[in-house]
């Protein structure tokens, strides 16, 4: 009986330690499989290009956004322009903290100071290109907004389509599904706004 009993503990015993260790296993798995390629606690180098480069993306949005509010003439351009702000400034704040959090720097915000950086970035606008936005107002301005604002959300839809592409970092790769989305669906509002098919 206590042979019998000392079985049943040692199989028990045997049955829980297994359970644990395929537990263990399957979250090295998954843990495996969240952190992508290559790289360090969870991310690799694609979201931390991706970060930094939608932060600059990100930026000059919202300043474009940021000037429609006495600019535009029409309360649908208004509107448009404004969420847009509430969208990706706190997208903007949540890219930065992941990149303190990796021991990456954040860019500096360059916005305001007519840095070029649209050789390097999809969809950027040049410095000439802000400058004509900052001087237009009413009807040419609501029409200058759309369209640059289509290329603009075309860049950063193939920045997050990279990113999904070859990001390793789960939330980031989440993210850029969610800019995919938001965006593509903007683009087709503006076009509608411009009379494009």
């Not at 290329?151 to 390793?168: F, L, S």
């Not at 989440?174 to 076009?191: F, Y």
Request: hydrophobic share 40%; charged share 20%; glycine share 10%.
């Amino acid at each position: 009986m206590t042979a019998q009993r000392g079985f049943v503990r040692r199989t028990v015993a045997l049955t829980v330690t297994a359970s644990v260790a395929a537990l263990t296993l399957a979250a090295c798995g998954d843990d495996g499989k969240a952190s992508g390629k290559s790289g360090t606690g969870g991310h690799n180098a694609a979201d931390v290009s991706f970060s930094k480069e939608m932060i600059q993306h990100h930026r000059q949005a919202v300043e474009m956004a940021s000037l429609a509010a006495d600019r535009a003439s029409s309360n649908r351009v208004k509107s448009l322009a404004t969420k847009i702000r509430g969208a990706q400034d706190p997208e903007i704040t949540t890219m930065s903290g992941w990149l303190t959090s990796w021991g990456e720097k954040v860019p500096q915000d360059m916005t305001g100071m007519g840095h070029d950086m649209s050789s390097s970035t999809p969809g950027m606008m040049t410095g000439a290109d802000m400058g004509k936005l900052e001087k237009a107002s009413g009807a040419a301005f609501d029409t200058m907004f759309l369209n640059m604002m289509v290329e603009h959300h075309e860049g950063a839809v193939d920045m997050a389509k990279t990113e999904k592409a070859d990001g390793g970092y789960r939330p980031a790769t989440e993210l850029a599904t969610d800019v995919i989305t938001a965006q593509s669906a903007e683009i087709e509002q503006m076009n509608k706004m411009l009379g494009k098919d």
